[in-house]
């Protein structure tokens, strides 16, 4: 089973993972939005986020929600955010980042799944990888030096410009802070595999 014999705070952090991957990977249902609404926080800058996404979730409607996801990430023709690495990267979609991801998922024994109808390198499906390779899912747990790499390689060269454009995007309201939440995250993450260098 995945998750056995992780650190309790390498479980949190696949956690963290898990919930923005969910966020940005589909529109929330009502038992996502009650969770939100559950969200607890501290003084710290992540704290404060969550609070944030908390007190927004409060007063938004699940249909409210759901509108704001798909002017976001789908829209009539595109979404007002593309949330891949190729087109933060290149301009474009399914580009160079793409194949070398596809690469190191074929090294690291990760599968496309087959009901994924994203390109492997949205932000969702990423920050499910990276979740997996914390957790064991795709074998045993990845080592520090390879969850850094994977982070390194496909996540930290993009998804913090990614989650500072969620924060000011027009259609943002409750994804406000989600963006907020998931830059700080991103922080966090690069901090943490700087010290274990």
Known sequence: MAGRDVPEED????RFYAI?????SEPPSADTLEFLRSLEGDDTDMGQ??????T????????????EFAGLFIGVVKGELMPYASYY???????????????????LGIARADSLSEPED??????????????????????VATQKEFFEAHILQWAPRFFGDLEKARSAVLYMP???????????EAQAFTMTA
């Open 89 to 107: 990267l290149t301009g474009f979609l399914q580009e160079k980042p793409l194949a070398v991801l596809r690469g190191d998922m074929e090294r």
């Open 20 to 24: 923005l991957a969910h966020l940005l």
């Open 56 to 67: 927004v979730a409060g007063k938004t409607s699940l249909e409210t929600v759901q509108d």
């Open 122 to 143: 949205h932000i969702g499906v990423l920050f499910e990888m990276m979740q997996g390779l914390i957790l064991g899912s795709f074998g045993k747990p990845a080592d």
């Open 178 to 188: 989600v963006g907020t939440m998931g830059r700080v995250f991103m922080e966090i």
């Open 49 to 54: 986020a969550m609070k944030a996404v908390a």
């Open 11 to 14: 479980v949190l952090r696949a």
